[in-house]
């Protein structure tokens, strides 16, 4: 069984998918830790352009009706016109080659939703490894009881093959006395009955240990057709299991230490503290962020170095939403109301625990009289046989 149980945990797709789940968290957690640390970035932009919006400065109509008095102010005393005429000056707005080269660097100084960020990541990485965790258990309890149900029925399947054979004799018997004007015909018809009772009931225990080892089979991924390998039962590992159960722990104990110890409990505490978090990242919204800017890089119509083509620009940045509609408000009420669910799932996964625990505890108590019961019917039979 034990082989079977390793065999699943390591071929399981469902165990395999929440595995992928977990690594998924893991990269989520670093993507969220990343924020903390600066953003550096390279941007180059080259643009050539042909045509576009002209803009035009009225140098003729400012200065051409004074540079005209004066020359005629020239020639009335003697003098030569000194003064032209002027146009208009009229330049692109785009230039024809422009290039900027930038290196950009980016580092929040003050961002309160970063580190709730980080511990909503944090949190959710933990939950899923507690969701592979209680998902292993599961898996480790629904390979073991699937064996030991195909164990079981094919056990029940060979007591009634025998009972079978004992009915077909007895058939035999019925049949041969009736013959012999030694019994009537209900005799012969009663055993007949019984003996089609009994094929009825190896049909469907041989169904019901083909239906165990499928589901084996499936939880171990593998053809659902493959065989199983029978194990015999180990005596001294049965019998600490007697033991064990003769021992049972009260009700509360066992309880208090299946809240301790189950994984899906501890997985559910995680997601309250994601949800604690996603509400101090909606709360956040409410307060400003500062952020340092650096742009270092390269301007001008061509590539070239020089005072005339380098520049560095440095900002402070704050960003302070003042209104937004009521968005935030809404957004800390859904937050709130997340958490406020992440407890009540938390609460009532606590008494399907405990509900959990009192059914085993009453299935295992049961099971233990049924025990002591079935070992008395062999001396019974063997006394009635004798």
Known sequence: MEDYVRAGLSSNLALADQSLEVERSLAALAAARARFLPEVALAARYTRADGGRQFTVPVAQLLNPAYQTLN????????TPRFATLQDASFPLQLPREQDTRITLRQPLYAPAIPAAATAARAGWRAADHGREALARTLRRDVSVAYLDWLKAGAAARVVASSREL?????RVSETLQANGKVTEDHVLRARAELLDVQQQQHAAENGAA???SYLNFLLNRPLTTP???AALDEPAFARALAAAAALPELSAASAAARLARPELRQLDQAGVAASAQLRIARAAWRPSVALGVDAGSQGADYGFGREYHYVAASLVLNWTLFDGGARSAA????????RRAENERAAATQQVELEVQRALDHLRTARVSLDAATTRPAAARAAFR
């Open 211 to 213: 239906q165990a080892a």
């Open 332 to 339: 800390v009420a859904q937050a709130r109301i997340a958490s």
């Open 72 to 79: 005629e102010l020239l020639v009335a005393n003697g003098g």
């Open 228 to 230: 199983l390998e029978p």
């Open 167 to 171: 009915l077909e004799e007895n058939l």
